[in-house]
């Protein structure tokens, strides 16, 4: 914000509304609703709280809960270049599975009864999350993320890829499920991760109608830091300004050049 043209009345809604919104608003939004002349105004002031929504001293996830971790393609598909050919990003994902608070008997009888007409949730719900670009599948990123946002010792379930065959050895439980392309198994063993996902790419497409792969990293912070708060929204809207009066943002030059590399919560 320092020496910033933008009236500070501007940044201080354009922080609320972005962090409290349960779907967030894409920078044309913000433009209409605060009266902005420039679309690039808006787009750089909105990736700058983006750099502020990564915590440098976040915490693993995992201690106390399970954690589910996938991958996923984000991004249009490619049409006409050949089999196998794509220029989508890999995504992988971490997410708690925390249980809900209740008698026995209902956890039991599922999310599919109901109770006095109304139907009953989940016996678990997600907890905290971490998202991250990831450059391929193969263990060392995977492995990497892992070490990076999971604490040691933690149950880890995933699928039945390679590629995660040695998070055993790095100290963590590791409960594999080969998927074999059943949607059933996938339901029931990894259910959360593949919820997030499933949002995740609904709320890309749209509230933001696509975003570029070099901007990919700082919609996933964005997402990860109002899911993660998503209880506490008014608290969202106090840590975003917190850590961006600590923290640099990305220029006008920087930003636009590719120069400018999002914070990830691999460091």
Avoid: C
Avoid at 81 to 106: F, L, N, W, Y
Avoid at 171 to 176: A, E, K, M, Q
Wanted: aromatic content about 8%; hydrophobic content about 35%.
């Amino acid at each position: 914000m320092q020496k910033t043209r933008t009236p500070l009345s501007v940044w201080f809604w354009t922080a609320f509304l972005v962090t409290t919104q349960t779907p967030g608003m894409s920078a044309l939004q913000i433009q209409r609703q605060l009266g902005v002349s420039r679309y690039e105004t808006v787009f750089q002031m909105l990736h700058k709280l983006r750099a502020a929504m990564v915590r440098p001293d976040h915490d693993a996830i995992g201690a106390e809960h399970p954690v589910e971790i996938d991958e996923t393609y984000v991004g249009d598909r490619t049409r006409g270049e050949g089999r196998g050919i794509h220029h989508q990003s890999i995504v992988v994902g971490a997410v708690e599975v925390r249980g809900r608070r209740a008698s026995e008997d209902r956890v039991a009888r599922g999310r599919e009864d109901h109770e006095g007409g109304r139907p009953l949730k989940r016996p678990t719900y997600a907890g905290r999350m971490r998202l991250q670009v990831a450059a391929d599948r193969k263990a060392k990123s995977l492995e990497g993320f892992i070490a990076a946002n999971v604490t040691p010792g933690a149950l880890i379930r995933t699928d039945g890829w390679q590629g995660d065959d040695g998070i055993g050895e790095l100290g963590y439980r590791h409960h594999p499920v080969v998927m074999a392309g059943d949607p059933e198994r996938a339901e029931a063993h990894l259910p959360m991760v593949h919820l997030v996902f499933s949002n995740l790419k609904s709320w890309l497409r749209g509230t933001h109608h696509g975003v570029s792969q070099d901007h990919l990293q700082a919609y996933l912070n964005e997402y990860v830091f109002r899911f993660n708060r998503r209880f506490y929204p008014f608290s969202a809207f106090n840590s975003v300004l917190g850590i961006a009066v600590k923290h640099e943002g990305p220029t006008y030059e920087t930003l636009y050049s590719g120069a400018w590399r999002h914070p990830n919560l691999a460091g």
